[in-house]
Nanobody, 115 residues
Framework: QVRLVESGGDLVQPGGSLRLSCAVS????????MSWYRQAPGKQRELVAR???????TYPDSVKGRFTISRDNAENMVYLQMNSLEPEDTAVYYC?????????WGQGTQVTVSS
């Protein structure tokens, strides 16, 4: 069974930090591009970070300089370090594993940024 399990979401004040984790099982992790997406109520799902198999990372302007994705291929883990959080970052954050044949999603973890 393929499983992607996110954790680390919480309520945090503006300016605070969180680290999200995604534990992956059931796939050859190193052969997949790993990404984090988020979706706020009433809004489209958006990519917030991507780590390709070769290690190149991609971020949209909205989070560049604040978020960092990393992956540990030996442990089948992917992380999203989020700093300088803003209320606009409030969303459910989803872990995604993708290659040419498959696309897998976790159930998401809630991040709420509020004072």
């Amino acid at each position: 069974q393929v499983r992607l399990v996110e954790s680390g979401g919480d309520l945090v004040q503006p300016g605070g930090s969180l680290r999200l984790s995604c534990a992956v099982s059931g796939i050859t992790f190193s052969l997949y591009t790993m990404s984090w997406y988020r979706q706020a109520p009433g809004k489209q799902r958006e990519l917030v970070a991507r780590a390709a198999r070769i290690g190149r990372t991609t971020y949209p302007d909205s989070v560049k300089g604040r978020f960092t994705i990393s992956r540990d291929n030996a442990e089948n883990m992917v992380y999203l370090q989020m700093n300088s959080l803003e209320p606009e970052d409030t969303a459910v954050y989803y872990c995604n594993a993708n290659n040419a044949q498959n696309d897998y999603w976790g159930q998401g973890t809630q991040v709420t940024v509020s004072s």
